[in-house]
């Protein structure tokens, strides 16, 4: 990184090794100037010539812009289009849609976990509120055979956890009961444990990849 920041100021920034650590580690909102001198120095120490939609990482999303709610984020290929020069305006196919399907006998369980949750976070009398969440749990979500170490109410199913969910073809409960088999806790947990404390979301979104594979493997493996 002292490297990044003696090469910047070679095109007139002012970096020093504390202000190249907060660009990487995601704490420094850079501005286009700082991400095209970016691009520059890495070019130069990389000896290939570096894209602006390069600094993106891995990424297939962006936290923001998104439409309406966050579970409608651009998609990559939407910001390297307008970096292209492309007029920036967001059309149906540059961004996450929430599925919208009919309710069938198979969606029962999810509408039961969706009332699970409303009525979590609406009654005013806790003690009858938990009791009865608890039981739709019980009955809707957890057979039998589940161990008892996987068993009791579970936390709303966060962006990253549907994302990968739908990459693996799966409920996202499933995906969370996995998570909890093969780590002791959630995906994100996971990820953040791996990446470290103050990695950046593009190295977050890496290690995901492989946490979901790692889920993959332990599905097949039980076929």
Do not use: C
């Amino acid at each position: 990184m002292d490297t990044v920041a003696q090469a910047g100021r070679e095109f007139g920034a002012r970096w020093s090794l504390s202000s190249v650590q907060a660009i990487e580690g995601g704490k420094a909102a850079p501005t286009l100037p700082t991400l095209l001198t970016l691009a520059l120095v890495l070019g130069r120490l990389s000896g290939e010539s570096i894209r602006l939609a390069d600094l993106l990482g891995a990424a297939e999303f962006l936290d923001r812009p998104y439409i309406l709610s966050s579970d409608q984020p651009v998609k990559r290929s939407w910001v390297e289009r307008v970096l292209s020069g492309a007029p920036v305006e967001i059309l149906a196919e540059d961004h996450a849609h929430a599925p919208v399907t009919s309710p069938t006998e198979d969606d029962w369980d999810e509408e039961l976990e969706l009332e699970a949750l409303r009525l979590r976070s609406a009654s005013t009398d806790a003690a009858r509120s938990y009791d009865s969440v608890d039981a739709m749990w019980d009955a809707a979500n957890q057979p039998s055979e589940l161990p008892p170490s996987l068993r009791g109410p579970r936390p709303p199913v966060s962006l990253a956890e549907s994302r990968a969910a739908k990459k693996l073809g799966i409920r996202p409960l499933l995906l969370q009961r996995h998570a909890s088999k093969l780590w002791g806790h959630s995906l994100e947990a996971e990820a953040k444990q791996r990446a470290g404390a103050a990695s950046t979301p593009q190295a977050r979104g890496r290690v995901t990849r492989i946490l979901v594979d790692e889920i993959r493997a332990s599905l097949e493996s039980e076929d």
